[in-house]
């Protein structure tokens, strides 16, 4: 699982989180029946934004959920998950840029596909998917041709681009191909006026998701001569917090002019969680209990100690997203939650090109793990796993429950250090300062 918008349970009210996961596990098992039991491994977070739009428009009714069967990630219990057109959409997206992601794992020969029967291997396994996700794309009327011409052109731009060079001109390709999703939700769901404002909201989707790629990257890439858009352009990071809050501002606007049944849930995702990932990556978290805009410790951002762009305070908590007791519940049903609680690497739209670093991974993990997970490990940045090698440790990670439950781990593929979406809640209950976004949230 991998992505940038990664839900705190801690901030979702229970109603919304068994909704959440619908959306997710709709989206895994949209993979499997339509792709087959291994294209489950590129589900995310992302990726069951476009269910959820599609849902949000068209409304819930019955033929929209169906009770699965028990899941080890739900501590063997059943659920209602999301089924129909909005699910299998999300699927095809998902599986597209997964292929992608392949084609250029084997393309920078990382890790095993440095050897040339097991590039082959991938080579098949990314054109597999990429008929895979094609045959459904048709079938809803999506020409998924434009995400396979927007991942092409990246490499292009990335060779070209310099010093001086505008950072949009870098992330062009991943607004393009996620406002073709987002737009195509309208479609699904009977609603066409709504195709250009969430176009508008699927582009500077894109663009959050290859910056917040590249911001978080940025320390690893340097180190070990990685692409990063940010250095490549000479970018700043207050430059790259700037374009981060105008397009959490663009989105939010885009929403207003949508039309939804139920855009309930829609809007925590892409107003307030967004919010929160933009955070995370900047080091500039707010605590809950502070003032608003005073930054949690560690770094002080970009603007000091000055409320941030578009609101101060930590829109997250209180009303109908607050807190919790400690612990709480496993985001899937199960057990307790750990140390750090629910989380997910880095997802797809980063910069990953030829040479590039966006990928799959995540750090770290809680003590008594092995030292490569853990905060004892080596410094220095690893040598990132190969396709196969990758997919053996994120089958690991994913069966023992680290992905969503450790505070740090150590990513599958690129062996990089991201940090579980928990890590900075501390949420009590008592955690709303206010909604600076006209959102239909209790207490705001």
Request: a neutral charge; proline letters at 7%; hydrophobic letters at 35%.
């Amino acid at each position: 699982m991998f992505g940038i918008v990664r839900p705190c349970a801690h901030r979702l009210t229970e109603g919304l989180k068994v909704e959440w996961m619908a959306h997710l596990c709709g989206l895994c098992l949209a993979l499997r029946a339509d792709h087959g039991q291994f294209a489950r491994v590129v589900t995310n977070y992302d990726g069951l934004i476009v269910s959820v739009l599609t849902e949000a428009q068209a409304g819930l009714t019955e033929a929209g959920r169906r009770t699965a069967g028990p899941c080890p990630l739900r501590a063997m219990r059943t659920a209602p998950v999301a089924r129909g057109e909005g699910a299998r959409l999300a699927a095809a997206v998902s599986l597209v840029l997964a292929s992608a992601k392949i084609r250029d794992h084997v393309a920078d020969r990382d890790g095993l596909l440095a050897r040339r029967p097991v590039a082959a291997a991938a080579r098949r396994v990314a054109r597999s998917w990429d008929r895979a996700g094609a045959r459904t794309g048709r079938e809803l009327g999506f020409d998924t041709a434009v995400l396979v011409d927007a991942v092409d052109r990246q490499t292009g731009l990335e060779a070209l681009a310099g010093p001086g060079t505008s950072l949009l001109v870098v992330t062009e390709p991943t607004e393009t191909a996620t406002a073709a999703a987002f737009a195509h939700t309208a479609v699904l769901a009977g609603r066409p006026g709504n195709a250009e404002p969430l176009a508008e909201a699927g582009r500077l989707f894109g663009r959050l998701a290859h910056l917040l790629d590249a911001v978080e990257d940025q320390a690893a890439d340097d180190a070990t001569g990685a692409w990063n858009p940010l250095t490549a352009t000479g970018t700043s990071r207050e430059e790259a917090r700037r374009l981060a809050d105008d397009a959490l501002h663009g989105i939010r606007l885009a929403l207003k002019d949508a039309e939804f049944t139920d855009g309930h849930l829609a809007h925590v995702l892409l107003a307030h969680e967004l919010r929160a990932s933009v955070d995370r990556a900047f080091g500039t978290t707010t605590c809950s209990h502070g003032a608003p805009g005073a930054p949690q410790g560690g770094t002080p951002g970009p603007y000091g100690s000055q409320p941030h762009p578009y609101g101060g305070g930590n829109p997250y908590g209180g009303g109908q997203y607050g807190g919790h007791p400690q612990g709480g519940q496993h985001p899937y049903g199960g057990g307790p939650v750990g140390p750090g609680g629910p989380g997910g690497p880095g997802g797809y739209g980063g910069h990953g090109g030829h040479g590039g670093s966006g990928g799959f991974g995540g750090p770290g993990g809680p003590g008594g793990l092995p030292p490569q997970f853990g905060a004892g490990g080596p410094q220095q940045p690893k040598k990132p796993r190969g396709f196969l090698a990758g997919c053996a440790m994120f089958t690991w990670l994913f069966c023992t429950c680290r992905i969503c439950c450790a505070k740090e781990y150590e990513g599958p593929w690129s062996r990089k250090k991201r940090e579980g979406c928990c890590r900075d809640c501390n949420c009590d209950g008592n955690c709303c300062n206010g909604c600076d976004c006209c959102c239909p949230c209790d207490g705001c």
